[in-house]
């Protein structure tokens, strides 16, 4: 895990587990390695087709206390700039977004936001 993490070069990290061959949790990693958020998952609707790739930040929005923290995690710069990819969260639901267009929708089994000194599972 330690060689993954200085791969990414003091950036924030995502891990998807899987779960039966889908994907079953999400881990966020902080710039200096820290597990910050662990999300257990369940897909609602699978993407029929892909986002181009796009560099910009993603636009996370909507309801959950998740949202700020993810905020931070993500676009650690803040950046607002206009982004055709969205994050929505409302309630359990996580939908990802291109535009208008849903690409996939996750539902939220459980999730914990760690401490420092916490260990992420």
Known sequence: MGEVLNLS????LL???????????LAFYDGQGFCTLSIYISVLE??????K???SFPLIEGDNE???LLNDLINPENSTSSTVLSLVISGNQLDFK???KELFSLRMKSYKV????????
């Open 46 to 51: 699978a993407p029929s087709d892909y986002p």
């Open 98 to 100: 291109e535009g208008e």
């Open 114 to 121: 760690f401490e420092v000194d916490d260990e992420c599972c």
């Open 66 to 68: 998740l949202v700020p």
């Open 9 to 12: 070069h003091d950036n924030p």
């Open 15 to 25: 891990i998807v587990g899987e779960y039966h061959g889908n994907p079953g949790s």
């Open 53 to 55: 790739r796009s560099h």
